[in-house]
């Protein structure tokens, strides 16, 4: 038998892979996956509180026992099981839209949607802050796309005027925004976005991955007035608010049922995909009957605990732009100086967010702390405090 013949042990690939290292290093741009712990929740995306409560749990375990631990194939094999459709149903219920189509998590969600409205007919707009997912269903999707200025609905009315009086338009156009913004917590303008795609003939596509059942009425198309639009297509992913995974598509209007059942049949995401898993179903589907307009209003109120209190603080004005939702940052001078606050916090026993580059633009490092409606007012306080000290430390 010949001898085996080692490769040598510096490559192109791992030449490659420190100098991307190195890179990354000089940047302060390395991350993390540091292990959960009992740490002080200010980092979490569970703004109900939900993914522990007993309810949530029993939901899981009981569609465990009677599916197993996976789906076993995709949801158009033999993957579907009862749990998918009653969370499908109640997803409808509580959205107030007429269809909805449950995947394996939000990303994959807006990579099939995006996916199946893509091809060479089709063009993209894209609010420049939309999430990496929606970004990537763009990109991948085969259409073209192109983004325009955050929330800035004249820029993006000049794309889709260019688009319909270039000599060669594209028939298919597709408007993207996410209801919350996850970095600055702002919200977009929802009604008179959904007017210009009207104006246009055009599909808007809304991510309400952080509005779902943390705005009141649950959903921010809902309480727009935009249920039954049949032009606003809209996702959501079931890991926030509902303490569960997996992600959905919700439809309205009198064509819902011809939309379900084009992704059905074109979402790659949908077909090729192992369905969600039953115990995640089954979670999501008791979290929606906990995620109550109360529970929502606690989580409204935290939420100006922790601007309130950050604001009140001199040395930090200017630096907290004012939430529409359950995400709350701090602008930090440099990435270095994000990164140093969020692991003395670790430290120190509280978990907060780092955003800094290339999660966020150059120039926009920011703490973020997320809004919990269990968390009790006092020891909220006395965390935000502990926020504070730890920010000011480390620009001393």
């Not at 309400?208 to 606003?232: D, F, I, N, Y």
């Not at 939309?259 to 589907?285: K, M």
Request: proline share 4%; net charge negative; aromatic share 4%.
């Amino acid at each position: 038998m010949a001898e085996l013949t080692l490769a040598p042990a510096t490559t192109a690939w791992e030449g490659w892979l420190r100098g991307r290292s190195a890179v990354r290093a000089k940047r302060d741009m390395r991350r993390t996956d540091n292990a959960r712990s009992t740490r002080y929740d200010l980092a979490s995306n569970d703004y109900l509180g939900l993914g522990a409560h007993p309810v949530v749990r029993t939901g899981a375990i009981n569609a465990l026992c009677i599916a197993g631990a996976g789906a076993s194939a995709s949801r158009v094999a033999s993957g579907t099981w009862e749990i998918h459709r009653e969370l499908e149903t109640a997803l409808c219920s509580y959205t107030g839209r007429s269809q909805a189509l449950v995947f394996s998590s939000g990303y994959t969600a807006n990579l099939g949607v995006l996916g199946a409205l893509g091809g060479p007919g089709s063009l993209f707009l894209l609010d420049a802050h939309a999430h990496a997912s929606l970004l990537d269903g763009a990109k991948l999707s085969g259409a073209a796309w192109h983004s325009f200025e955050h929330n800035n609905l004249d820029a993006a009315e000049q794309q889709l005027r260019a688009n319909r009086d270039s000599p060669t338009p594209k028939p298919r156009v597709v408007l993207v925004l996410e209801s919350l913004y996850s970095v600055l917590g702002d919200a977009a303008p929802l009604e008179q976005a959904a007017a210009l795609c009207a104006e246009y003939g055009a599909v808007l596509l809304v991510d309400e991955a952080h509005s779902l059942a943390t705005v009141p009425g649950g959903s921010a198309v809902r309480a727009a007035g935009l249920e039954q639009a049949g032009h606003v297509l809209a996702t959501a992913t079931l890991s926030k608010a509902l303490g569960a995974q997996g992600g959905a598509v919700l439809l309205g209007g009198d064509d819902a049922e011809l939309w379900r059942e084009h992704l059905l049949n074109t979402a790659r995401t949908f077909i090729f995909d192992t369905a969600l898993a039953p115990a995640a179903a089954g979670g999501a589907l008791a979290a929606l009957g906990l995620a109550t307009d109360e529970r929502i209003a606690q989580l409204a109120a935290n939420t100006r605990l922790i601007r309130d209190t950050l604001s009140a603080e001199p040395r930090l004005a200017g630096r907290i732009e004012a939430s529409a939702g359950p995400v709350q940052s701090v602008r930090m001078n440099t990435p270095a100086q994000a990164a140093a606050a969020t692991a003395l916090l670790r430290e120190r026993g509280y978990a907060v967010n780092c955003f800094r580059p290339p999660s966020v633009p150059d120039g926009m490092s920011r703490l973020r702390l997320t809004a919990h409606a269990h968390h009790h007012p006092e020891t909220l306080a006395a965390a935000l405090q502990r926020v504070i000290d730890a920010i000011l430390e480390v620009e001393a």
